[in-house]
C-alpha cells in the first residue's frame, strides 16, 4: 500500500513542478549606481577621523578616489556632488581581517574516487595548493560583497575555499568591476587551516601538522639549495622547480605571514605550536574561543582577528517572562525545585556562562593589551552590527570596538598610510551613517569604496498598526527546484469569510482556494491542482506583514519551495 | 543553588591549581602502599612542590601546608595506564599502512571530560596512543591528569622518552589490505611493512649522516637529501630514541616482532594486548620485551577466541615486565579492580597485583626513576583510597598529581565539564555509547558492509 | 608456604592435564548425593547458617542446616571455612548465541526484522559455547539468553549453564524483548536532524503500537475461536504476553525513554513487564517504583550517559533505584566480549558506590529468580529448590575469592574451562626457550 502511494507520487512530481514553475525569468534587478563625477562633498557632518575624535557640522571632500579635505573650514569644489548629510557621521570605512567574501566557491566534485593509495593522493586531493592564488577566483558582483560592504565594510582580507594549504591571500577592495580593479594587495599571505583531507592524508590534525612542518622543512632545503646553486652552478645538480615549495619562500623570508584560521582554543594553540617549531610570522584569524589562554596569544605575538561571529543570545523576553511566572509561582507555593529542575538550572547557567565568555573575549583580549582586529569568516552578515554591540554592552569600549574595524586591522594589514582614518590623503573608503554606528538603530546611509559611492536604499519600518489585511490583489513568486516562477493571488473578505483564487503567470488561469484563513498575520490556504485526470492538493502558508509575504508552498510530499509575495498597487 | 556554587568554588580551585602546579601536602597516618618497599602502617607522606620529600612516622606539618587525615585510608602510588585513548582529538591516521611521523602530543584534548573521570578512579597518568588501524602508527603521548588546565601542553609529562604505536594482526590488515586493497592484507605483509620501513629509515639516517659530515667540508657543495619527516621518526627508533608499543594478540605476530627487532637492534619494546601474549612468555623475558595486558578481555575478535585471564599472571610469574591496561575510558576508572582479578586467575600477591598498575607501567613508559612507586624524590602522584584498592570495596578519595589534589570524592559537584559549547542543545541528551573500540576509531567507513 | 603451595599448583596441573588427557576436552560433571559441611551458608532468603550443611541429591536441595543427617552413601564435601552461595544469575546475555565478537557467522543473537517475537533463543543456544564453561566456573549458574536488535527482537530464555540440550539447560522461563524506540541522538556520530531523529521515533512508537494492538486483537480472535486464530507466528509468539502469562522485557536507557515506557505500558494496560537497561533509572526512580516495574539494570561498569552527570552515576544508579523502592536486578551486560563471569564484580561495585550489600546479592540471586517468576526453584539456598549453588572461600564479590565448587541442577561442575586450561598449559611451558 505504501509503496504503491509512494510510485504515485513520484510520477506525480514532474506535473506539481510544471504548475509551480514558469518558463519567464525573473530578472533580479542590480543596483547600478551611475558615478556622474568621482567628485563629492558630504556636508554638515560629524566626522570621526579616528576613534576617540570627533569633527562636528563638518565638510568632507572626496576627489579621484582620495579624501580631499575634511574640517569645518572646508571650500567645496565648485564640480562637487554635494550630499547634505546632516546629522549623520562619517567613519573610516571598516576592514575584515579575514574571510571570504567575493570568493567563489568550487563546486563539489560529483563523485569522488578514493585514490588508489589514500597514503599518496595527489597533491590538490590532499589540501597542498599554497601555489593557488585567491584572485583567480574572486567575483566583484557576488552577493557576499555587497552584503558587507552595506553593513559599512570596505576592505576584506580574503582567502580561498579549501582546507589545510588553499592557497595565497590577498587584500580586496569591496566594490569594483573586476577581481583586478579589487585587489588592493595580493598574495598577502599564506592561507592556513588545520584541517584534513576526506579519507586521504593527511587526515586527521595530527597528519597535517607533520606535513606542515615537513613541507616547511623542505622548502627551506630547497630554498637555500636554489641560492647556493644561483651563487655558482658550477658542477652542482640543477635544483628542481617546485611551486608548492616556492610559495613557502616568503614565508620563510618573513616578507609574509601565514594567516590561520583558528577559531577554538586548541585549534589556536595547535597554530601556535607550529609558529614556535617553524617561527614564521602568524597571522590568527576568526578568533572565538580565545579566552582562555590570553596570555599565550600575547606572548606569542600573533596578530589578531576576532570573529565577528557570537553564539545566539539566551532570549531576554522569553527569560524574563519565565522568572516571572517563577517568582509568582515560588511565591505562592514555596515548593522546592525537583532534582531535574535544578539540574536544567545549572546547565542553563553554564551555558550562558559560556556565552558571556565568548561575547566578553574582545573587551579582555582589550583589558590585556592585546591590539586586535575583526573577521567576518563565520558570521552572518546580518548579525555584525548587533554582534558588535554586545561586545561593547559586555565592556569593549566603543573607540576600541572602532579601532579594531578601522586603525587596528590597517596597521595589521601594513596599510596604515592609505587607510584607517579620515583624513586628507588617504584613500576615500568611508562609512556615513545617520546615528553613531553603535547605536541600535544606526543605518549605513552611505559607503565610498575607492572614491566611489554606494547609496544605500533604506526601507523605513512599516508602521503595522496591529491589523493584518489578507484582503486584494498580491503577486508572488515561489522558488522551486526548476526555478523561480510567479503568479497572482486574489483574496476576497466578506464580513471575514475568506475566499481566493491563486494563478500562475504561464497559464493565467485562475483556481479556486480552499480552506482560506487568517490566523494572526499567517495566511493558510489550498487549492488543487489537476492534469492527465489527476488531482494533487497543495497547501500554502504565508505570513503577512504588512504589503508583503513570506511563506513555504507544499505540495503533497515533496517537500516545501519558499514562496514570497506582495500586494499590487492600487 | 548550592550545586552551582560548588562549581564555581571548583573552576576557582582549578584556577590556582593551574598557575602554580606543583603542590605542597602532608599525608598523615595512611596506610602507605609504596609498592616498591613494603606496606607501612599509619605512615605520614609528606610533598613539598609537587615531590614526595618524606615517608615517616609523624611528621609535623610545615607552616601552611595543607594536611589530609588519611587515617584508615589506603595511600598508593597514582595509577598509570599504559594503554589510552582519552584526552585526544584524534587517534588513527588510517590513510597509510606507515605514519610514524603523526604524533598525538599534537592533538591532546585536555577538555575531555573522561580526564577527570579518570581520576575518579585513581589514575594520575596516561599513555595516549595513536590508534591500531596501522602497521606502523604515529607517536604516542605520556599525559599527566591535570585536569583543570586549559593549556594542552601542560598535560604533557615533561621530560619523558618518546614512544610510538606499532599495530599487527586483523586491524592494519583489514584497514589496508581489506579497505583500501594495498599491503598488508596479511601477518606476511605487516612484517614485510615493517621491514621495509626500517631498511629505508636506516639508508635514510646513513644518507644524512654522510651529508652532515661533508657539510664539515670546507668549501662542500652539494644537496641536502630530502627531509622526510616519517623516515625520520623511524631512524629514532633504530637509534633507540623510541620506545615502540606494538598492539599484538597472537603469539607468532608477537615472536615476529621480536626477531625484527632483534635483526635490527630494537630493543626497547612493550607489546600492548598480547592476549596471547602468554603463549610466547620465555621468549619475551629472555628478550626483555615487556607487555601491557587486558585482565579479562576476549572472544571480541577471532584473534582474541584463545585468550585467558590467567595471562598477565602467567606473564609476570614468567619473569615478564607486565602491566594492565584499560583502552578503554570506562576501564581506565578502575584499573585497581583489574589488578585484583590477577588474584583470582593466577593468585598474584598484593604488591604484584599493585604493581602491574603502578611501577610496571612506569617501566613500560621509561618513567620508572619519576612516578610508579612511593618513594622519597619521586613525583607526588598519590591516590587514596577508602578500603584496600584491590578489594572491590575500594573506592578512590583523593587523587593527587604533583602535589595537587585534582579529585576529592567528598567535594565532587556534578558537572565537572571546563568548556562548555555556548550552542549546546540543552533539550536533548546524547547518551554516551557503550564498548566503542577506540583503537580503530576512523575507520568505521571502511567496513560500512560488516555487521561490527 | 609458597613452594607448597607451588608443589600444591603442580599436582593439580599434572592432575588437570591427566583428565583433559582422558576426558578430551572438559571433563564430565558428576551427579548425584552430595553432602557440604561444615560451611557458612548465605541462604539469601533465611538469612546466614554457620557451621551449616546442605545436602543435594539428584537434582534438588534436600537439606539445609546445622543438624543435618547425612544421606547414607553421600558424596562428603568438608567445606570448613568456605562459604555456600546461591548460584548467581544474570539476567541479560547472548550466552551460548554468540562466540566471536567481530564474526556475525558465529553470531545467532540478532534475526532481521523488526516484529520477529516468535525467534526463539532457546533453540539457538549452543550448549557447547566456550563461554558457558568459563562462566559458570564464576558462580554463574543461570543466564537469561537474550536476542537483540529492533522494537520485537525475539523470545528469551533462561538457561542453566550445564547440559546438552535446550531442554536440559531450560530454567523454566521465557519472555518477548521489546527495544524501546530510542528517541535521542544514538551517538555523537548520529548526524541524523532533530527532525528525523522524531520522525523515526514517532515511526517506531507507531509501529510498537499497531503491533501490540494487532496483538491485543489476536487474543481476542484466538479465544473466541478457541485457539483456531491462524498461523500468525508473530502474533502467536506475542499471545501469552497479551494474555500476561509471560513477560514483556522492555529495554529502555535513557530518561525520556524510560518515562514513555512507562506511559505506553499504562495506556496498552500491558500486565506483566520488565524493564531492562534502565541506565537513567536513577533519573526517573520514583515513576519506576511507582508503576510497580521490576528493573534489570546493567551493566554497573559503565561511564555516566551524560557529559555532566557526576562520575560516578553508572555505579551508583542501581543503588539509587533500589532506595526509591524499585525491585532492582542487575545484570553485567557484559556482551561484546563474553566477560559474563564479571557479573558479582558489577553487584560490588554497587555496594562500594552506595548499595546495600544484602540487596545486592539478592540483586543477582534471588531477585532476578522473582523477577522471571521462578523464585521457587532457584535464586536461594532452600529445601526443595534445584541444586545450584557454589561454594568459595570468601566475598564472593571480592576479586581474592576463589569458587571451590559449582553445582548445576544437582551436577557438579569441574572447574575447568579453556582459559584454566590454557593456564596449565602454559604457566610453566615445556619446552621454555630453548627446545633440547
Redesign the interface.
Known amino acids: 500500500m505504501t509503496q504503491r502511494f509512494l510510485i504515485g507520487q513520484i510520477r506525480w512530481l514532474p506535473l506539481v513542478l510544471a504548475f509551480i514553475s514558469v518558463t519567464g525569468t525573473f530578472a533580479q534587478d542590480e543596483k547600478q549606481i551611475a558615478p556622474v563625477g568621482r567628485i563629492y562633498a558630504l556636508t554638515n557632518v560629524t566626522v570621526v577621523p579616528s576613534p576617540g575624535k570627533k569633527i562636528e557640522k563638518a565638510t568632507v571632500v572626496i576627489k579621484d578616489g582620495l579624501i580631499q579635505a575634511v574640517g569645518t573650514a572646508v571650500s567645496i569644489p565648485t564640480d562637487a556632488i554635494i550630499m547634505k548629510a546632516d546629522s549623520m557621521y562619517v567613519y573610516a570605512g571598516f576592514i575584515d581581517g579575514l574571510s571570504r567574501t567575493g570568493v567563489i566557491k568550487p563546486k563539489d566534485e560529483p563523485n569522488p574516487q ?1 585514490p ?5 593522493p595527489p597533491a590538490d586531493k590532499a589540501g597542498i595548493t599554497p601555489q593557488n592564488d585567491v584572485r583567480n577566483s574572486l567575483n566583484p558582483t557576488d552577493k557576499s560583497v555587497e552584503e558587507l560592504r552595506n553593513i559599512g565594510f570596505t576592505l576584506a582580507q580574503v582567502v580561498p575555499y579549501g582546507h589545510f594549504l588553499p592557497g595565497t591571500s590577498a587584500i580586496v577592495l569591496l566594490g569594483g568591476k573586476s577581481a583586478d580593479e579589487m585587489v588592493l594587495v595580493d598574495q598577502s599571505g599564506l592561507y592556513s587551516e588545520l584541517s584534513g583531507a576526506q ?9 597535517v ?3 606542515w ?2 613541507l616547511y ?2 622548502a627551506s ?1 630547497t630554498k637555500s ?1 636554489q641560492a ?1 646553486y644561483a651563487s ?1 652552478r658550477s ?3 640543477r ?1 628542481l622547480n617546485d611551486r608548492v615549495e616556492e610559495a613557502f619562500y616568503p614565508v620563510i623570508d618573513r616578507k609574509i605571514p601565514v594567516v590561520f584560521k583558528a577559531e577554538k ?2 585549534e589556536t ?2 597554530v601556535l ?1 607550529l609558529k614556535n617549531d617553524l617561527g614564521f610570522s602568524l597571522t590568527i584569524g576568526d578568533l572565538k ?1 580565545g579566552y ?2 590570553i596570555d ?1 596569544v600575547k606572548t606569542s605575538g600573533a596578530k589578531i582577528f576576532l570573529s565577528l561571529d557570537l ?2 543570545e539566551v532570549k531576554k523576553n522569553e527569560k524574563k517572562s519565565k522568572n516571572k511566572n517563577d517568582s509568582l509561582k515560588t511565591a505562592k507555593t514555596e515548593k522546592p525545585k525537583s ?2 529542575e ?10 550562558n ?3 558571556v ?2 561575547t566578553g573575549q574582545a573587551a579582555d583580549f582589550h583589558k590585556a593589551g592585546i591590539v586586535f582586529g575583526f573577521s567576518a569568516m563565520s558570521a552572518k552578515t546580518k548579525d555584525i552590527q548587533s554582534n558588535l554591540r554586545r561586545m561593547i554592552a559586555a565592556g569593549l569600549p566603543e573607540e576600541v570596538a572602532l579601532a579594531a574595524l578601522t586603525t587596528n586591522p590597517a596597521k595589521m594589514l601594513g596599510l596604515e598610510d592609505r587607510l584607517g582614518t579620515v583624513e586628507n590623503g588617504k584613500m576615500a573608503n568611508l562609512v556615513v551613517s545617520d546615528k553613531p554606528y553603535f547605536n541600535e538603530k544606526a543605518k549605513v546611509r552611505y559607503v565610498f569604496v575607492d572614491g566611489n559611492l554606494y547609496k544605500l536604499d533604506i526601507k523605513e519600518p512599516k508602521k503595522s498598526n496591529g491589523s493584518v489585511v489578507a484582503k486584494g490583489n498580491w503577486s508572488y513568486t515561489t522558488e522551486t527546484p526548476n526555478g523561480t516562477n510567479n503568479g497572482k493571488l486574489t483574496i476576497n473578505d466578506d464580513n471575514g469569510t475568506l475566499s481566493g483564487t491563486i494563478s500562475n503567470s504561464t497559464s493565467g488561469k485562475g483556481t479556486e482556494m480552499k480552506d482560506v484563513a487568517l490566523d494572526g498575520n499567517t495566511l493558510s490556504f489550498s487549492f488543487e491542482y489537476s492534469m492527465g485526470g489527476n488531482t494533487m492538493k497543495i497547501d500554502v502558508s504565508v505570513k503577512i506583514d504588512g504589503d508583503a509575504f513570506e511563506g513555504v508552498m507544499t505540495p503533497g510530499k515533496f517537500g516545501s519551495f519558499p514562496m514570497k509575495g506582495t500586494r499590487d498597487p492600487k | 543553588m548550592k550545586n552551582l556554587k560548588l562549581i564555581a568554588a571548583c573552576l576557582f580551585l582549578y584556577g590556582v591549581a593551574q598557575a602554580q602546579d606543583k603542590g605542597n601536602l602532608l599525608i598523615k597516618n595512611g596506610t602507605v602502599l609504596t609498592v616498591t618497599k613494603g606496606t607501612l602502617p599509619e605512615t605520614d607522606v609528606l610533598v613539598k612542590d609537587g615531590k614526595i620529600t618524606q615517608i615517616a612516622k609523624n611528621i609535623t606539618a610545615p607552616q601552611g601546608v595543607k594536611t589530609i587525615d588519611a587515617k584508615g585510608l589506603f595511600v598508593m602510588p597514582g595509577i598509570i595506564d599504559a594503554h589510552s585513548h582519552i584526552a585526544l582529538d584524534a587517534i588513527n591516521e588510517m590513510t597509510s599502512p606507515v605514519t610514524a611521523e603523526v604524533a598525538e602530543a599534537d592533538v591532546v584534548n585536555p577538555f575531555q571530560i573522561n580526564i577527570y573521570r579518570a581520576l575518579g578512579g585513581g589514575v594520575t597518568t596516561i599513555h595516549s596512543l595513536h590508534g591500531s588501524a596501522n602497521a606502523i602508527g604515529g607517536q604516542c603521548v605520556v599525559l599527566k591528569l591535570r585536569y583543570g588546565t586549559f593549556d594542552m601542553n601542560a598535560m604533557k609529562m615533561e621530560g619523558v622518552p618518546r614512544t610510538i604505536k606499532f599495530a599487527l594482526g586483523e586491524n592494519p590488515t583489514r584497514v589496508h589490505g581489506g579497505g583500501s586493497n594495498i599491503v598488508p592484507r596479511t601477518r606476511m605483509g605487516v612484517e614485510f611493512v615493517i621491514r621495509k620501513s626500517f631498511s629505508d629509515a636506516k639508508k635514510y639516517m646513513e644518507e644524512w649522516d654522510a651529508y652532515n659530515k661533508n657539510k664539515l667540508v670546507k668549501g662542500f657543495r652539494g644537496a641536502s637529501p630530502v627531509y622526510n619527516l616519517r623516515l625520520e621518526t623511524l631512524a629514532e627508533i633504530l637509534k633507540g630514541n623510541i620506545i615502540i608499543h606494538c598492539h599484538s594478540y597472537r603469539a607468532d605476530e608477537i615472536f615476529m616482532l621480536l626477531k625484527v627487532c632483534k635483526d635490527f637492534g630494537i630493543k626497547k619494546i612493550t607489546f600492548q594486548h598480547a592476549n596471547e601474549g602468554y603463549k610466547v612468555a620465555p621468549e619475551l623475558a629472555a628478550y626483555g620485551a615487556m607487555a601491557s595486558v587486558f585482565s579479562d578481555w576476549w572472544a571480541y575478535k577471532f584473534e582474541v577466541y584463545y585468550s585467558t585471564a590467567y595471562n598477565a599472571a602467567i606473564l609476570t610469574k614468567n619473569g615478564v615486565v607486565t602491566s594492565i591496561n584499560s583502552d578503554d575510558a570506562e576501564m581506565m576508572r578502575h584499573l585497581y579492580h583489574e589488578a585484583g582479578k590477577t588474584q583470582k586467575y593466577g593468585g598474584l600477591s598484593d604488591e604484584e597485583a599493585l604493581a602491574l598498575i603502578t611501577i610496571n607501567p612506569a617501566k613500560q613508559l621509561g618513567v620508572e626513576s619519576r612516578i610508579g612507586s612511593l618513594e622519597v624524590g619521586k613525583d607526588a602522584d598519590i591516590a587514596i583510597f577508602k578500603n584496600h584498592p584491590l578489594s572491590i570495596y575500594g573506592v578512590p578519595q583523593y587523587t593527587i598529581v604533583d602535589g595537587i589534589v585534582r579529585f576529592d570524592r567528598a567535594n565532587d559537584p556534578a558537572d565537572m565539564r571546563l568548556m562548555v559549547d555556548p550552542k549546546q542543545n540543552l533539550e536533548e541528551a546524547t547518551l554516551s555509547e557503550k564498548g566503542v573500540d577506540r583503537c580503530m576509531e576512523g575507520t568505521e567507513f571502511l567496513f560500512t558492509n560488516d555487521k561490527n | 608456604m609458597k613452594k607448597l603451595q607451588l608443589v600444591y599448583g603442580m599436582i593439580t596441573a599434572l592432575l588437570c592435564a591427566l583428565v583433559f588427557h582422558l576426558e578430551a576436552q572438559i571433563p564430565k560433571a558428576k551427579t548425584g548425593t552430595f553432602a557440604l559441611t561444615h560451611a557458612t551458608i548465605e541462604t539469601v532468603t533465611k538469612g546466614t547458617i554457620t557451621d551449616g550443611t546442605v545436602v543435594i541429591s539428584h537434582g534438588k536441595i534436600t537439606d539445609v542446616g546445622t543438624n543435618v543427617q547425612l544421606p547414607a552413601g553421600a558424596d562428603v564435601i568438608d567445606c570448613k571455612g568456605l562459604f555456600i552461595y546461591p548460584g548467581m544469575i544474570d539476567g541479560g546475555t547472548n550466552l551460548g548465541m554468540s562466540e566471536i565478537g567481530s564474526d556475525p557467522r558465529t553470531q545467532d543473537f540478532n534475526e532481521i526484522g523488526d516484529v520477529i517475537p516468535q525467534m526463539s533463543a532457546l533453540t539457538a543456544v549452543n550448549p557447547n559455547a566456550v563461554a558457558i564453561p568459563i562462566t559458570r566456573v564464576s558462580g554463574i549458574t543461570t543466564v537469561l539468553a537474550s536476542p537483540q536488535g529492533d522494537l520485537y527482537s525475539g523470545t528469551a530464555a533462561l538457561i542453566n549453564l550445564h547440559g546438552y540440550t535446550p531442554e536440559q539447560m531450560y530454567a523454566g522461563f521465557q519472555g518477548v524483548t521489546l527495544n524501546f524506540p530510542n528517541t535521542g541522538r544514538r551517538g555523537f556520530w548520529d548526524r541524523r536532524t532533530d527532525e528525523e531523529i522524531k520522525k523515526a521515533a514517532d515511526n517506531a512508537m507507531k509501529r510498537m503500537s499497531e503491533v501490540w494492538d494487532r496483538a491485543v486483537q489476536y487474543q481476542k480472535i484466538d479465544s473466541a475461536t478457541k485457539g483456531k486464530a491462524g498461523y500468525y507466528p508473530e502474533m502467536q509468539a506475542l499471545l501469552p504476553v497479551v494474555k500476561g502469562e509471560r513477560p514483556l522485557l522492555i529495554e529502555a536507557n535513557a530518561a525520556k525513554d524510560i518515562q514513555s515506557a512507562l506511559k505506553w505500558i499504562k495506556e496498552k494496560k500491558i500486565k506483566n513487564v520488565i524493564l531492562t537497561g534502565v541506565s537513567e533509572g536513577w533519573r526517573v526512580a520514583d515513576e519506576i517504583a511507582k508503576a510497580k516495574i521490576p528493573v534489570i539494570t546493567g551493566g554497573v561498569l559503565e561511564l555516566p550517559t551524560r557529559e555532566y552527570d557526576r562520575y560516578d552515576q553508572a555505579y551508583a544508579n542501581a543503588g539509587q533505584m533500589f532506595k526509591a523502592g524499585v525491585k532492582v536486578a542487575i545484570r553485567s551486560g557484559e556482551t561484546n566480549n563474553q566477560n559474563y563471569r564479571n557479573l558479582p564484580y558489577h553487584a560490588g561495585f554497587a555496594v562500594a558506590y552506595g548499595m546495600d550489600k544484602t540487596e545486592a546479592l539478592k540483586a543477582i540471586t534471588i531477585v532476578p529468580a522473582e523477577i522471571f517468576g521462578v523464585a521457587d526453584k532457584i535464586g536461594s539456598i532452600e529445601t526443595g529448590k534445584v541444586a545450584n549453588l557454589f561454594v568459595c572461600d570468601g566475598d564472593p564479590f571480592e576479586t581474592k575469592t576463589q569458587i571451590k565448587q559449582v553445582f548445576i541442577d544437582g551436577w557438579q561442575i569441574p572447574l575447568v574451562s579453556r582459559q584454566t586450561q590454557l593456564y596449565d598449559e602454559f604457566l610453566k611451558r615445556e619446552p621454555g626457550v630453548s627446545k633440547k
Open positions: 578514493r588508489k593509495d589514500p597514503g599518496n579519507n586521504v592524508y593527511p587526515n586527521t590534525v595530527m597528519a601538522m607533520a606535513k612542518r615537513e622543512r623542505n632545503l639549495y647556493l655558482n658542477a652542482l645538480t635544483p582554543i586548541l594553540q595547535r605550536t574561543e582562555p589562554m599565550k553564539p545566539d532534582a531535574a535544578l539540574e536544567k538550572q545549572g546547565l542553563e547557567k553554564r551555558k556562562d559560556a556565552i565568555k565568548y
